[in-house]
């Protein structure tokens, strides 16, 4: 006896198994031909704008877990206001300038920098961006994310480096740019600026610290002595503030004699241009 006939269950057109990895390109490709991002455009438009600006990626190599994540949620939050009745043009975008692109690359083709002209760096950079915004836009679309993947904006474009050069000079004439000083972190391995979330710290056991500053101009004051061994010395205890010294302090009316060594009795406190105490002792030849 066939059981399945004894058995009243409803009839479906929906195959057994999903089969998802076959079915959702083919999902995907009919959604594309029915142009389904430019429709719903068309149905809500004159209607309130929802634009979400889409921070965009490095465009340094494949997609991954986070990529994934970013595009996912933006394009769940378009879909829900798109469903609110909010017109929603949505532009992707990709960042190609900086220093991931550039490391990307020379870890990637094996490149020396340095024996490469910048032109030519320029170019090998601009077409490695490229390329991977061409990988990375076949990934997104892969996921469902729908958007105006014909027209992304991309920061090596000359129209938008452009308009930055423009929005920077309004912001100029507004007076919100001024040079001030601000310590920055430099890596001399990757050559390039950290930012402070970057940096790990890692406890040092030093406390004090004698330092030598080289004598570049006496004055005319020392004329007999050997310049290329004249040093100033100090001694700190706040040896942090070392990179951001402008200059030593000296006591206007303490007379310094070239000497061989540096005693205790011969320092005297100051403090310095980073707020700092400090205290320098008497010229030391060397």
């Known amino acids: 006896m066939d059981y399945n006939k004894t058995i009243n269950l409803p009839k479906t057109d929906f195959p057994m198994r999903a089969g998802l990895p076959k079915r959702e390109p083919e999902m995907l490709k009919r959604w594309k031909d029915q142009d389904v991002y430019h429709e719903l ?14 921070g965009p990626p490095f465009s340094n190599g494949a997609l991954h877990m986070g990529h994934a994540l970013n595009k996912s949620i933006k394009d769940f939050i378009t879909r829900s206001y798109a469903m ?33 002209s910048v032109p030519e760096f320029r170019s090998a950079c601009h077409a490695y961006a490229q390329h991977y915004v061409d990988v990375q836009s076949e990934g997104f679309q892969r996921m469902g994310v729908i958007g105006d993947w014909e027209h992304p904006y ?7 480096e452009a308009e930055e050069v423009k929005v920077f000079g309004a912001m100029y ?12 972190y430099w890596c001399p391995h990757d050559e390039t600026a950290l930012a402070e979330a970057e940096i790990e710290y890692q406890d040092d056991p030093c406390t004090t610290v004698y330092v030598k ?10 004329s007999g002595v050997d310049h290329s061994r004249l040093f100033f ?6 040896i ?8 030593i302090a000296l006591h206007p009316r303490r007379v310094l004699r070239p000497g061989e060594g540096l005693q205790r009795r011969g320092l005297y406190h100051g403090r310095g241009p980073d707020g700092q105490g400090h205290e320098a002792g008497r010229l030391r030849q060397l």
């Open 233 to 238: 010395v100090i001694w700190t205890t706040t």
């Open 240 to 247: 942090w503030t070392l990179p951001g010294n402008l200059a």
């Open 213 to 222: 500053f080289p004598m570049h101009d006496d004055c005319g004051k020392l």
């Open 173 to 184: 004439k507004k007076g919100y740019i001024y040079k001030g000083f601000k310590p920055v």
């Open 154 to 160: 991309l920061t090596m474009n000359p129209g938008f």
């Open 84 to 116: 609110r009745g909010y017109y929603t043009p949505y532009i992707p975008g990709w960042d190609n300038h900086g220093m991931p692109i550039e490391s990307a690359i020379i870890k990637e083709q094996k490149l020396n920098r340095k024996a490469m």
């Open 41 to 54: 455009l068309k149905k809500n438009e004159g209607k309130p704008l929802f634009s979400l600006h889409d």
